[in-house]
């Protein structure tokens, strides 16, 4: 399939199809170049876009990072055979952190702000970190010089930021909670009714209606097959996985296990 054929089938929306047509060109270049080229920082959404059309494209290795495992944001990394990804990692993005005056408070919303302050685009920033007495976030590399010398505050507190490893980034692992059920079948209706604890028909509804996604991309058929690991996004509701198909139970239904981000 041509480029344009595959924007064709797969972009949704004129921006999306801007997003992706450069990421095409990024994975053209570095294959034909045999030299690493990354993407701007990218939602989860755009991450399963990007991944759906690369696959479709073919050609050159390419990987997703955001700084650390379990990430929203990413940038999609083009790697020549030469190159691993670790390196690669290291000349796309990198971690700053500004240490807070004491009994201070960042929220993610103030760090951005006074991020975009400084002139940076979103898709220049990743994950943001908030923390007691620091702020931690993940940037492209080429904003590292705007960052160290021009994010002198965040509200009205005075910072000096300076660059960390992405090692020493402080991730919170997300609360969840566990629910195991039992369904009919993997439908999509049943596994959302069941994650996020409606019934069958209003999860129906939610689908119907274009809120929910699997996997980052939207659904709205509610009978769609759910396979394990699968992420459930539903707006206004929040997200859900579904860890685990069990196993049939004594009255025939599927037994799954399922974490609900709290």
């Not at 940038?75 to 500004?98: G, K, Q, Y």
């Not at 409606?198 to 769609?224: F, N, P, T």
């Amino acid at each position: 399939m041509t480029k344009t054929e595959i924007l064709d089938k797969r972009a949704s929306t004129a921006e999306e199809r801007v997003t992706l047509a450069r990421i095409l060109d990024l994975a053209e270049r570095s294959y034909r170049r045999s030299q690493p080229e990354h993407s701007s920082f990218l939602s989860p959404a755009e991450q399963a876009a990007a991944g759906d059309v690369l696959r479709m494209y073919g050609g050159g290795e390419h990987s997703f990072s955001g700084g650390f495992d379990g990430a929203e944001r990413a940038v999609c990394l083009f790697m020549p055979d030469w190159m691993d990804a670790a390196d690669a990692e290291n000349e796309a993005i990198c971690a700053v952190e500004a240490v807070l005056p004491r009994g201070a408070e960042a929220g993610h919303r103030d760090v951005l702000g006074s991020l975009m302050g400084l002139g940076l685009k979103r898709e220049t920033v990743g994950d943001i970190i908030p923390g007691e007495g620091r702020v931690q976030a993940v940037i492209l590399r080429s904003a590292l010089g705007i960052v160290l010398s021009q994010w002198e505050s965040i509200g009205r507190y005075s910072i000096e930021p300076r660059e960390i490893p992405l090692a020493d980034l402080c991730v919170k692992l997300p609360e969840t909670r566990e629910i195991t059920a039992t369904v009919q079948s993997l439908r999509l209706d049943s596994v959302l009714a069941c994650g996020f604890s409606i019934s069958r028909s209003k999860a129906a509804e939610l689908i119907a209606a274009g809120r929910v996604s699997v996997g980052h991309r939207e659904c709205a058929k509610a009978d769609a097959q759910v396979s394990e690991g699968a992420v459930l996004s539903c707006r206004g509701l929040g997200k859900c996985v579904l860890s685990e198909v069990s196993g049939i139970s004594r009255k025939g239904r599927t037994v799954i296990k399922m974490h609900r981000y709290i």
